[in-house]
T-cell receptor, first 114, second 114 residues
Framework: GNSVTQMEGPVTLSEEAFLTINCTYT??????LFWYVQYPGEGLQLLLK?????DKGSNKGFEATYRKETTSFHLEKGSVQVSDSAVYFC?????????????FGKGTSLLVTP | NAGVTQTPKFRILKIGQSMTLQCAQD?????MYWYRQDPGMGLKLIYY???????DKGEVPNGYNVSRSTTEDFPLRLELAAPSQTSVYFC?????????????FGPGTRLLVL
């Protein structure tokens, strides 16, 4: 079946450091790929998405490129802020999933210190 | 738009009690979903619906029931609550096939079964 694997946390960075959170997926064909962010005590918010190979999703300084050849969708940000502290989830949607439901990774907790 | 709303925010249940988690969306989305999030894990699909009157099981449906009498509402029913149902429950909606797979999440309901 379809699945997502993302790097385990927690990840602790100093403010202004470079961030990479690795995400790889298993699926046939061309799933849609997403990064969601969950701030403490809140629900999930869509951070960015890509729906076809070589697409780059971007939002709030975060970027991720859909790499079909490596089945990856790594999240990057050039300079993190304290306000970026949250849990980040990589997810995929595929037409073989029930109702296009999302398959989620386990989440990566990010803590940014001043 | 309020987006996706969920009530209650938090609830404590005794073993064997029942309750209904409410979910509503005002975006006229056809597809709606219930997920549960356990500590350190990604979200898992409980039930989903592709339109009013149509529901189907997801990955972890045991102990739950749903109904979809209107486009807006998608309540989740817990019968005979068990400690294993202690979790955070998220409702989500999407436009489905026509509008793409992006899902929008509610703020969640935290449930504790003692």
């Amino acid at each position: 079946g379809n699945s997502v694997t993302q790097m385990e946390g927690p990840v602790t960075l100093s403010e202004e450091a470079f961030l990479t959170i690795n995400c790889t997926y298993t699926a046939t064909g061309y799933p849609s790929l997403f990064w969601y962010v969950q701030y403490p005590g809140e629900g999930l918010q869509l951070l960015l998405k890509a729906t076809k190979a070589d697409d780059k999703g971007s939002n709030k300084g975060f970027e991720a490129t859909y790499r079909k050849e490596t089945t990856s969708f790594h999240l990057e940000k050039g300079s993190v802020q304290v306000s970026d502290s949250a849990v980040y989830f990589c997810a995929l949607s595929h037409n073989s999933n029930s109702g296009y439901a999302l398959n989620f990774g386990k989440g990566t907790s990010l803590l940014v210190t001043p | 738009n309020a987006g996706v709303t969920q009530t209650p925010k938090f609830r404590i249940l005794k073993i064997g009690q029942s309750m209904t988690l409410q979910c509503a969306q005002d975006m006229n989305h056809n597809y709606m979903y219930w997920y549960r999030q356990d500590p350190g894990m990604g979200l898992k699909l409980i039930y989903y619906s592709v339109g009013a009157g149509i529901t189907d099981k997801g990955e972890v449906p045991n102990g739950y029931n749903v109904s979809r009498s209107t486009t807006e509402d998608f309540p989740l029913r817990l019968e005979l609550a068990a400690p294993s149902q202690t979790s955070v429950y998220f409702c989500a909606s999407s436009q489905g096939l026509a509008g793409g797979p992006t899902q929008y999440f509610g703020p969640g309901t935290r449930l504790l079964v003692l």
